[in-house]
């Protein structure tokens, strides 16, 4: 049985940087960036923690392929995306927390 992936954007406070990423556990590892649980990691040092986007798939391979979609697109396609489920760009993780 396959289990179901999501797919993120998180940012930094000033909306500068733009990290796509994917898991199977979406609560997790959003917490694991605010928190910097890997100190060393791209969005630790760049200090990105704001989530402002997230679709979840069936599969984690949907998942996966939609990452490398929007991975492969540039920062304008990004900004779209992002603002078209949340065009004031709020932290997403008060939604999210309560799961």
């Not at 049985?1 to 500068?16: E, L, P, R």
């Not at 990105?48 to 540039?74: H, Q």
Request: net charge positive; with cysteine.
């Amino acid at each position: 049985m396959n289990k179901g992936g999501c797919v993120y954007i998180i940012t930094n406070k000033n909306f500068t940087v733009l990290y796509t990423g994917v898991t199977s556990d979406l609560i997790l590892r959003i917490q694991q960036h605010k928190e910097k649980f890997y100190p060393d990691s791209f969005t630790a040092k760049y200090n990105c923690f704001i989530l402002v986007y997230y679709k979840f798939f069936p599969s984690i391979e949907e998942a996966i392929f939609e990452e490398k979609r929007i991975k492969a697109g540039n920062r304008a396609k990004k900004i779209k995306l992002i603002e078209g489920v949340n065009p004031d760009w709020n932290d997403l993780w008060e939604e999210i927390k309560q799961w």
